[in-house]
């Protein structure tokens, strides 16, 4: 069959069509299935490795247990320690020439290190400790001082004061241990000709709090962790230990000086947390193995810690994934044969209308056209069919474009008086805020007169009554209305910052004064209203850098607007004012919270409260700049100042950024002993 064709054409296009995406298909299939494959694989040997790290821990740990139970035996190890150690004169000079003598005496041979040790203790131990299991090489126990007192067998020196594993145990508080790592052959305290791991554990006294000898008990490393090379995952997966080094401790399938372990896997599997990766090369001959790992982190072996490190043949560790896409290549097989059948019986379909169409491209040519031709093959016939058309489709194409036109007009007129109506409120909102700061500039200097007039009067006032004896009330009435009168005098000097635009003296502020300091003045009005005021003031709180008397207003007005807010509910009413620490983009914060149980603010206008002008409240009630100059004020402060509707009522949120970067406060205690008006 000639490609050429129509109907050969059609037959490749429909195999092409079903076999891409089945390729592509199985590509994905494979890749995501190699990956989940290796997550799960990785998890499980994890998972296993932290196992095995946790049996070694428990398994040194029953021994280090054993050991402490030997060195606690009061009669059969305690008193003769101590009975040693009685011996040992006050002055450590003679000690250490009485140790030295005693050296001496170990070095002649066997009857001077059998007159030295105590007989009967050190058959006690190679009777009952050594004789008695396969994994103990040998025990050994020393004096306060390192001097041998006792041992299963013939230690090969007498003093250890200076071994590392005796100065460890003195550095604690008599809970020490310490556990070697593995000893090589004939190197070990009783030259042994086996692989061992030294366990030592301090001796107390009566009171368990001073250090008076210690003992030191040498097992067997291959039978002690004979378990390691029990673990079997699937059918060629094993575990092994490895120290810090790189050193191979236990491993079931190849001995130690077989190892080569690349340094990749090394920087890979000596790590101090436990995970999974792919191993290039798994020193067993292998690459690309998954394979899993873990510390031994709980012993705090000195020198060399331990690891855990599992792998599992490659083999068998992709195999259900190369078996899935064996699979999945018999299925396209498949999938190719009915795509070959279903591509003949389709084409053989499209061809036979063939004469169908020429008839009626012929028709056309004699102008006897009176349908359209839909055809859409992607050949000739299209193209004949696209020149009967071509007249048509202009048409359409330019009926199109002038609908195109006038709808990107229409966009565009829509646009540009968008923008005009915004360029006009701004225009109208800068013009309002003008006549307002000249307003408030001449208000704030007719107040300043009478106000300095009251101030001067007050301080006459104090002056005759520091001459004359006058009631406590008359003092303390006179000191509130100049602590109001100044406070008056700030809130203008505030008005007139505002109108000439210039910046406020930032100094460090306790916000829990500040909130104190309004909760007081507003709660005059709440008490006439019969509304409830609560403040709940976190302790400790961080000092933030603010103008106190422009936080006074700003948290004043919300709780104004709260008290309004409730004030139609009476008694059921309530305003609470809480403060806390907050963690504002990394750095520490205070928020301050004024909440109301009131209905609320509408949602459809909850995003304007914060313009100019705009207010909820009836006319000559409200102007609606209090929480425009509140959000002005807040910025100024570097902090935001948001709203919504809580379960009750309206939220304000009002957070500010504390001194510095000090350390987080306790937020979970409330101060609860704030004064509540009602």
């Known amino acids: 069959m000639k490609i050429g064709t129509i109907r050969a054409r059609i037959m490749l296009a429909i195999v092409l069509v079903g076999c891409i995406p089945l390729l592509i298909g199985l590509v994905l299939a494979y890749v995501s299935g190699m990956r989940s494959l290796s997550d799960v694989i990785g998890g499980n040997l994890q998972a296993v490795a932290i196992q095995a790290a946790d049996r070694v821990t428990m398994l040194v740990q029953a021994e280090v247990q054993s050991v402490r139970l030997l060195g606690s035996a009061p009669l059969r190890v305690r008193q003769p320690v101590e009975a040693v150690n009685r011996s040992y004169p006050m002055d450590l000079d003679i000690v250490q020439r009485m140790i030295s003598e005693r050296m001496q005496v170990w070095e002649k041979g066997v009857e001077g290190a059998e007159r030295l040790m105590d007989a009967e203790l050190s058959k006690f131990l190679l009777e009952t400790k050594v004789r008695g299991g396969d994994k103990v090489v040998g025990l050994l126990i020393v004096d306060q001082y390192g001097g041998v007192v006792a041992a299963s067998s013939d230690p090969n020196h007498y003093f250890w004061g200076d071994e590392s594993w005796w100065k460890a145990l003195q550095t604690g508080n008599g809970d020490q241990v310490y556990i070697s790592g593995m000893i090589p052959a004939h190197e070990g305290s009783f030259r042994t000709s086996e692989e061992t791991i030294d366990i030592a554990v301090p001796i107390l006294d009566d009171r368990q709090r001073a250090v008076i000898g210690a003992v030191k008990a040498s097992y067997r490393f291959d039978i002690l962790f004979a378990m390691i090379k029990q673990i079997h995952i699937g059918q060629t997966g094993h575990a092994m230990l490895f120290d810090d080094a790189g050193n191979p401790l236990v491993c079931p399938i190849l001995p130690r000086q077989a190892h080569r372990i690349p340094g990749q896997l090394m920087a890979m599997i000596v790590s101090s947390e436990p995970g999974w990766g792919i191993a290039t090369d798994d020193g067993h001959g292998e690459t690309d193995t998954v394979v899993g790992y873990a510390p031994v982190s709980q012993l705090k072996i000195p020198e060399n810690p331990w690891h855990v490190f599992v792998r599992q043949q490659p083999a068998e560790s992709y195999a259900p994934i190369r078996d899935q896409l064996r699979n999945l290549a018999m299925i396209g097989l498949v999938m190719l044969g009915l795509l070959w059948a279903i591509g ?22 004699q102008g006897t056209y009176d349908r359209p031709l839909n055809i859409q093959t992607g050949d000739e016939f299209e193209e004949l069919a696209a020149a009967v058309h071509r007249m048509a489709d202009r048409l359409m194409a330019s009926r199109s474009e002038l609908e195109g036109l006038n709808r990107d007009l229409a966009r565009r007129v829509e646009e540009k008086t968008q923008e005009v109506t915004r360029h006009m409120r701004s225009l109208e909102l800068a013009e309002r805020l003008a006549t307002l700061g000249k307003v408030a500039s001449g208000i704030a200097h007719e107040v300043n007169n009478p106000l300095g007039i009251i101030l001067n009067r007050i301080e006459c006032m104090e002056a005759d009554a520091a001459r004359s004896p006058i009631p406590a009330e008359v003092r303390r009435d006179l000191l509130a209305v100049k602590t109001q009168a100044e406070r008056i005098s700030r809130v203008t000097k505030s008005i007139l910052a505002f109108s000439r635009g210039s910046v406020s003296t930032l100094k460090p502020v306790d916000v829990n004064c500040v909130v104190r300091s309004c909760v007081g003045i507003a709660g005059e009005r709440v008490s006439a209203l019969s ?50 620490s907050i963690q504002m983009d990394g750095r520490l914060g205070v928020e301050v919270i004024v909440s109301d149980n009131g209905p609320g603010i509408p949602s459809e206008i909850i995003g304007r409260v914060f313009d100019p002008f705009f207010s909820t409240k009836p006319a000559g009630q409200g102007t609606g700049l209090g929480l425009f100059l509140a959000y002005g004020i807040v910025a100024d402060h570097r902090g935001r100042i948001e709203v919504k509707n809580g379960e009750t009522g309206a939220l304000f949120s009002v957070a500010l950024p504390a001194v510095g970067c000090g350390a987080s406060v306790e937020e979970e205690g409330i101060w609860e002993s704030q004064a509540k008006f009602s």
């Open 344 to 365: 003949r019986y389709v084409a053989a379909r499209i061809a036979r209308p063939i004469q169908i169409l020429q008839s009626g491209v012929e028709a056309i040519s």
């Open 531 to 580: 509304v409830g005021l609560e403040s709940r003031l976190a302790p400790l709180l961080p000092p933030i850098m603010g103008d106190r008397d422009r936080l006074e207003t700003v948290i004043l007005n919300l709780i104004n607007n709260g008290i309004d807010a409730v004030s139609p509910l009476g008694t059921g009413g309530v305003v609470t004012v809480r403060t806390r």
